[in-house]
T-cell receptor, first 114, second 114 residues
């Protein structure tokens, strides 16, 4: 079955340090891939997306993600974390070129320490 | 342009009652999807509507239903509410075409069943 895995439930990073959040997907075909961020009590905001082409994609708020087909991964990175980045991050995938739905990972809660 | 608007933001209902949630998509978007978010189950797909027709459906009981109007606005209805229906209900708007399109989410409706 199609699935998205985010292995880390919580991650704590010091302000100013670099960040990498992991995401892996299952199922043979390469899906369209997305990262969303959710602040408490809020909806999901799209950070970036990968459809095809360049495997390093840039997003909003200084985030980037790298698609690695060999590892079925789409990890999110940021070189220097700010306290305002504390939130929950969701990786999502959509398979096929048809009208398929988004499959979400369980999310990674990012805590930023001073 | 305006984003996805969900109303109301908060609801408190009693077991056995029914509830209707509303979602207005981004102008020009014809697809509206609904997701349920709970701490235990994460984000789960309920259903998708495109041009007033249900195009996809998740694995939820028949108590959960929806519809879409000619202006693409969508409503979701839950009948005979159960305590377990307490969740954040998120609506996502997209162009709905095949392939490389992204979904944009509203702020959600927080439903509490007591």
């Amino acid at each position: 079955a199609q699935s998205v895995t985010q292995p880390d439930i919580h991650i704590t990073v010091s302000e100013g340090a670099s960040l990498e959040l992991r995401c892996n997907y299952s199922y043979g075909a390469t899906p369209y891939l997305f990262w969303y961020v959710q602040s408490p009590g809020q909806g999901l905001q799209l950070l970036l997306k990968y459809f095809s082409g360049d495997t390093l994609v840039q997003g909003i708020k200084g985030f980037e993600a790298e698609f690695k087909r060999s590892q079925s991964s789409f990890n999110l990175r940021k070189p220097s974390v700010h306290w305002s980045d504390a939130a929950e991050y969701f990786c999502a995938a959509r398979w096929g070129s048809g009208y398929s739905t988004l499959t979400f990972g369980k999310g990674t809660m990012l805590l930023v320490s001073p | 342009k305006a984003g996805v608007t969900q109303t109301p933001r908060y609801l408190i209902k009693t077991r056995g009652q029914q509830v209707t949630l509303s979602c207005s998509p981004i102008s020009g978007h014809r697809s509206v999807s609904w997701y349920q978010q709970t701490p235990g189950q994460g984000l789960q797909f309920l259903f998708e509507y495109f041009s007033e027709t249900q195009r996809n459906k998740g694995n939820f009981p028949g108590r959960f239903s929806g519809r879409q109007f000619s202006n693409s606005r969508s409503e979701m209805n839950v009948s005979t509410l159960e305590l377990g229906d307490s969740a954040l209900y998120l609506c996502a708007s997209s162009l709905g075409d095949r392939g490389q399109t992204e979904a944009f989410f509203g702020q959600g409706t927080r439903l509490t069943v007591v």
